[in-house]
Nanobody, 124 residues
Framework: QWQLVESGGGLVEPGQSLRLSCTASAWNLDYYGIGWFRQTPGKEREGVSCINHSGANTNYADSVKGRFTISRDKAKNTVYLEMNSLNAEDTAIYYC?????????????????WGQGTQVTVSS
């Protein structure tokens, strides 16, 4: 069964960091690009970052450029989102997703397989 699983969310103070992980049960992520998205209540799902299957192509939303880094570890079948200098506006449920065929876009409607999400809360 195709399933993406996010982990690593939590409660942090402004300025701190978190690393989110996205892994897949029952399939090898080596052949799939991954996108990270986030959503807060009452708002549309926002694209944060994406990475293609090789890791050679990445993209970031302007709001996170210079603070977030997407990467992948093929040995661990995992895609990471390293988030630094977090602020209250980063508070959201974060989702990873994929699409086939994959194009590294930040448009949620392009993606057709989603994880369940992990909550990130930035608060003092």
């Amino acid at each position: 069964q195709w399933q993406l699983v996010e982990s690593g969310g939590g409660l942090v103070e402004p300025g701190q960091s978190l690393r989110l992980s996205c892994t897949a049960s029952a399939w090898n992520l080596d052949y799939y690009g991954i996108g990270w998205f986030r959503q807060t209540p009452g708002k549309e799902r926002e694209g944060v970052s994406c990475i293609n299957h090789s890791g050679a192509n990445t993209n970031y939303a302007d709001s996170v450029k210079g603070r977030f880094t997407i990467s992948r570890d093929k040995a661990k079948n995992t895609v990471y989102l390293e988030m630094n200098s977090l602020n209250a506006e980063d508070t959201a449920i974060y989702y990873c997703a994929t699409q086939t065929p994959f194009v590294c876009t930040l448009t949620a409607s392009d993606y057709n397989y989603w994880g369940q999400g992990t909550q990130v809360t930035v608060s003092s």
